[in-house]
């Protein structure tokens, strides 16, 4: 079974505000979890013309999951396989981004559309699902003041009921923000999960949702709460932000795989 859920996630910000955000926090929060081997690399960030979809950012990236991820995950694919290679094609307000595994290939396909509107996530189709499709559809509306990250990921400077963003006069968000704030917008995320191996479809398939659920909902906490860090951004300043990003989680990770055959040669020299 294919598992579908529509996250409806509410932001007191304008479109283009979203799209200045989402990059500038998808760069910096990149940085933040390149470490000891784990994190991300970038391997494309470049400009992309379709006839049919029209121009856009197209961007290529590995994940390096290794400790990431739960025991019982990990037990089912050997260590060398703990990547997933990410490909994302980004024609704002429309964006489409497509995860797989190199070591599980067409038994694993993981998607995002994303959709994004100025309204308070009340469109019920903004996809075009069919009549099947959205019967078989789950919404999760995402309430950035409301809901809750989990407690080792909670930061006061992180929680939008604390934080006030002074550049542009918002917040803190208190109860009932989603119907007394202007402006608003909706990031309408269809995300669709399959697995194709017995006996751990569902369980792998929930866990993705799950997970996707945290991190849509921690990472727009933080698009919020770093507002006053890009707020006046142009395009042009935040692609800067993100080769310079790129840049140096190259060298990082570079530096970490000299230091790590560096180690093991240390190691074998002494047995």
């Known amino acids: 079974m294919v598992l579908v859920k529509e996250f409806r996630v509410l932001l007191p910000m304008t479109v283009e505000e979203y799209r200045v955000g989402q990059l500038y926090s998808v760069a910096k929060t990149s940085a933040q979890q390149t470490n000891g081997g784990e994190g991300v690399e970038v391997l494309k960030n470049e400009p992309y013309s379709d006839p049919a979809k029209g121009d856009g950012q197209y961007t290529e990236k590995i994940y390096h999951l290794g400790a990431s991820l739960p025991g019982w995950i990990r037990a ?77 990921d909670y930061k006061p ?42 006996g751990f479809q569902t369980r792998v398939e929930k866990f993705m949702q799950e997970m996707e659920r945290n991190i849509f909902l921690k990472f727009h906490r933080q698009v919020y709460c770093w507002m006053d860090e890009y707020f006046g951004w142009s395009m042009e300043d935040v692609r800067k932000f993100e080769d310079k990003v790129k840049l140096d989680l190259q060298k990082q990770l570079t530096k970490e795989g000299e230091g790590s055959s560096s180690s093991s040669s240390s190691t074998s020299e002494t047995k």
Not at 170 to 188: F, Q, S
Request: include cysteine; proline fraction near 5%.
């Open 157 to 198: 400077e992180e929680d939008p009921t604390l934080v006030r963003i002074e550049k542009a006069g918002r917040g803190p968000l208190g109860e009932g923000w989603t119907k007394a704030t202007k402006p608003i917008m909706c990031c309408y995320k269809l995300v669709t999960v399959e697995f194709k191996m017995f």
């Open 76 to 152: 089912l694919i050997p260590a060398s396989a703990l990547k997933l290679e990410e490909r994302a094609w980004n024609a704002y307000p429309y964006c489409k981004t497509l995860i797989t595994s190199p070591f599980l290939g067409e038994k694993f396909t993981f998607t995002i559309e994303s959709r994004h509107a100025e309204d308070a996530g009340t469109q019920e189709n903004i996809h075009g699902l069919s009549d099947k499709e959205l019967k078989d559809r789950e919404v999760d509306v995402i309430d950035i003041g409301k809901d809750k990250v989990d407690k080792k």
